[in-house]
């Protein structure tokens, strides 16, 4: 039974490209979070997803950045036009359900993003 | 808007001692609290989870101890290990999870 994957692990990007993150989430897991944590700095939500819904784009800087969670297909944060201010470890955690007892979010080993 | 707050950015203490690691939060419709490991370079990993109707859960060296009437959580660790140097985050769910900042422990030998 897989964990959560992401890909890619690394990625290089220089200002003004898009960058794409991947989020395969943990089998029977139908909800997906994403956290981005800076430098230094703790895991900061930005958004949760369920098949085809975003339900709490709270977190998420309103411009340049999206995210998505097809029906079929992983989970997608992408980055538009990218700034240095964007180079973090991007972390994509899964669950079966929300706020119910005994479930916990399997986390991705992350991706490293990089702005050059 | 920090709802889960870990006010303590890291704390160092000697092996076979014990390590508090506290948590504070401000939303009192939060009902489920657990606490991540993170490895530098990894992902966070699940350790300890409480629901809000307990005040204590234990699982072997790991033990939480929930508040709810001061909204604070605690996750002691004992007898300390130097394996247990890591970063630890606490979490809140509610209709989403929420992350403290993160604890560094380090454990001495």
Redesign the interface.
Known sequence: NAG?M?NPRHLVRRRGQEARLRCSPMKGHSHV?W?RQLPE?????MV?LQKENI??ESGMPKERFSAEFPKEGPSILRIQQVVRGDSAAY?C?S?PG?????????????T?LTVV | DQQVKQNSPSLSVQEGRISILNCDYTNSMFDYFLWYKKYPAEGPTFLISISSIKDKNEDGRFTVFLNKSAKHLSLHIVPSQPGDSAVYFCAAIDNDMRFGAGTRLTVKP
């Open positions: 959560v992401q979070y956290y700095e703790g895991l900061k939500f949760y339900i709490d972390f955690a669950s929300r706020g119910r007892v005994n479930t916990e979010a399997f986390f991705g080993q992350g490293r």
